[in-house]
Nanobody, 114 residues
Framework: QVQLVDSGGGLVQTGGSLRLSCAAS????????MAWYVQVPGKQRELVAG??????NYADSVKGRFTISTETVSNTAYLQMNSLKPEDTGIYYC?????????WGQGTQVTVSA
């Protein structure tokens, strides 16, 4: 069973930055894909950024502001979030796929004040 532990969320002003971390209990290079999703009340989780075989993709709303990356040494995935906007507010979840099994982190709250 793979465990993902999300951290790094918090309260930040508009224009600020945060870096989210996702610590995995397995070799991160073995994952088929990893991603970050965001959920706001009343809505389904939405894809923010994904990485697979070194290729990345981003939601249009975060392109140029967010960067997803992974670090093999620490088995950690990151989401660098710059130029934050109030509409980025939500709970951010790390997601990973391994051998067709899906795993989720517990989520970390990001709040961007106007």
């Amino acid at each position: 069973q793979v465990q993902l532990v999300d951290s790094g969320g918090g309260l930040v002003q508009t224009g600020g930055s945060l870096r989210l971390s996702c610590a995995a209990s397995a070799n991160i290079d073995s994952f088929d894909a990893m991603a970050w999703y965001v959920q706001v009340p009343g809505k389904q989780r939405e894809l923010v950024a994904g990485i697979m075989s070194g290729h990345t993709n981003y939601a249009d709303s975060v392109k140029g502001r967010f960067t997803i990356s992974t670090e093999t040494v620490s088995n950690t995935a990151y989401l660098q979030m710059n130029s934050l906007k109030p509409e980025d507010t939500g709970i951010y979840y790390c997601y990973a796929v391994l051998w067709n099994h899906e795993f989720w982190g517990q989520g970390t709250q990001v709040t961007v004040s106007a």
